[in-house]
C-alpha cells in the first residue's frame, strides 16, 4: 500500500461568519492510499478553534510513512486498531480511516453501505448553514433558498431576533457557537416556542453545559462537547441530542459505533461536517440512513471543489452508488 498527501486551500463562495470568526478559505488536507490501480481518498482541514495544523500533520505522516506502507490490506477495522495504537490526532485519523474504508470498498468491489449495512432508503435531509450577519439578510437568504432546512448562525442572544426567525414558519435549527451566556440558556430552554427550533447547537463554551436542562423546551444538541463515544454518558443529563462529526471521533470506524451508543442513550443524533471539499462530505453522507438530523453543506459552500462523488443537491443527499465511499478525483 502507498500513501501520498498534499495541502489544498479551499476557497468559500463568500465570507463564512460564525461566532468564532470570518473565513474566506480552508485549508484541507488530502491523503490518498493506493494498491492494485486502486485509490481510496481522505481529508481533513485546518479549524483554528481545534488549534489544528496541517503542517504538523504532514511532518507526523512522513515518520509513520514506512509503517502504513508496510501494512497489508486487512479489513478496516483492524486497520483502525492499527491506526489507534499511532498517536495520532483524530482528524488525521479520520483522513486515514476513511482513505482505508474508500480504498477497501473499491478492491472488494462493494460500497461503504453494503459492507457495514446501512440502509439507504429515508436518508436525512441536510440544512444548510446561515452565516451570522443581520436579521434581514438571513432572513433574506432563507427566503431565496431552494434548500428546506436551514441551521442559522448567531453570535449571542437577540431575544426579537428569535421571535422573528421563529415566526417564518421554515424548518430552523439555531447554532450560537458557544456564544450563549447562562441567563440565555435558561430563557430559551423555558420559553415553549423554542422547541420549534428543531435543535439548539452548542449554546456554551466546552465544559460550561451544566446549566443545560434536557427536560426544557430546547433541543440542546452537543457540537464540541461531544468529541467521541466517552462523552456520550456524562451529557446525558443536559443535552437531547449530539452532532457526530467524523473529524472529530476519528472516522467512518468509531462514527458508526458512536452512533450505535448514541441510539442506546435516546439521543437524536445528527451527522454533520466542517467545511470540506466533496472527499469529506462523500464519506460522512453515507451515514445519513442511520441519524435523524444531517448538516452535510460543507461542499456546497466553496468554489473550488477537486472531488465528486456523493453530494447534496438542495438539501438531498444522492449517493453516487460507485465502490468504496464513491469518491473521484476531478
Not at 468559500?12 to 480552508?26: P, V, W
Not at 434536557?214 to 446525558?236: R, T, V, Y
Request: hydrophobic fraction near 40%.
Amino acid at each position: 500500500m502507498k500513501i501520498s498527501y498534499t495541502i489544498k486551500i479551499l476557497q468559500l463562495k463568500e465570507t463564512f461568519s460564525i461566532a468564532y470568526g470570518n473565513y474566506d478559505t480552508r485549508e484541507a488536507l488530502l491523503i490518498e492510499l493506493s494498491h492494485l490501480n486502486c485509490k481510496g481518498y481522505g481529508e481533513c482541514v485546518a479549524i483554528d478553534y481545534y488549534q489544528i495544523d496541517l503542517k504538523s500533520f504532514i511532518s507526523r505522516l512522513k515518520e509513520i510513512q514506512p509503517l502504513l506502507e508496510r501494512q497489508s490490506v486487512v479489513h478496516p477495522e483492524e486497520f483502525f486498531r492499527f491506526l489507534s495504537g499511532l498517536d495520532l490526532h483524530p482528524f488525521l485519523v479520520s483522513a486515514l480511516d476513511c482513505a482505508y474504508w474508500d480504498l477497501f470498498g473499491k478492491l472488494e468491489n462493494k460500497r461503504f453501505a453494503e459492507l457495514n449495512s446501512i440502509p439507504l432508503e429515508n436518508l436525512a435531509q441536510s440544512s444548510i448553514t446561515i452565516s451570522v450577519g443581520s436579521l434581514d439578510e438571513q432572513v433574506k437568504k432563507i427566503e431565496k433558498s431552494k434548500w428546506n432546512k436551514f441551521k442559522v448562525k448567531c453570535k449571542g442572544l437577540n431575544k426579537p431576533d428569535i421571535s422573528r426567525l421563529l415566526q417564518l414558519n421554515r424548518d430552523l435549527a439555531l447554532d450560537s457557537n458557544s456564544s450563549f451566556t447562562d441567563e440565555n440558556c435558561v430563557w430559551l430552554q423555558e420559553n415553549i416556542e423554542v422547541q420549534k427550533f428543531s435543535y439548539l447547537e452548542q449554546p456554551r463554551p466546552v465544559d460550561q453545559y451544566k446549566i443545560l436542562k434536557k427536560e426544557g423546551f430546547a433541543n440542546w444538541m452537543a457540537d464540541e462537547d461531544c468529541q467521541n463515544i466517552d462523552s456520550l454518558e456524562e451529557l446525558m443529563p443536559y443535552y437531547k441530542s449530539v452532532n457526530i462529526k467524523l473529524m472529530k471521533c476519528g472516522g467512518l470506524t468509531p462514527a458508526l459505533g458512536m452512533i450505535a451508543k448514541a441510539k442506546e442513550l435516546k439521543y437524536k443524533i445528527m451527522i454533520g461536517c466542517m467545511t470540506e471539499s466533496t472527499v469529506g462530505i462523500s464519506a460522512a453522507c453515507l451515514l445519513a440512513g442511520l441519524t435523524d438530523f444531517a448538516d452535510l453543506d460543507g461542499a456546497n459552500l466553496i468554489s473550488n471543489d477537486y472531488a465528486s462523488g456523493n453530494f447534496v443537491e438542495n438539501g438531498k443527499i444522492i449517493l453516487s452508488g460507485k465502490p468504496g465511499l464513491g469518491i473521484v478525483l476531478k
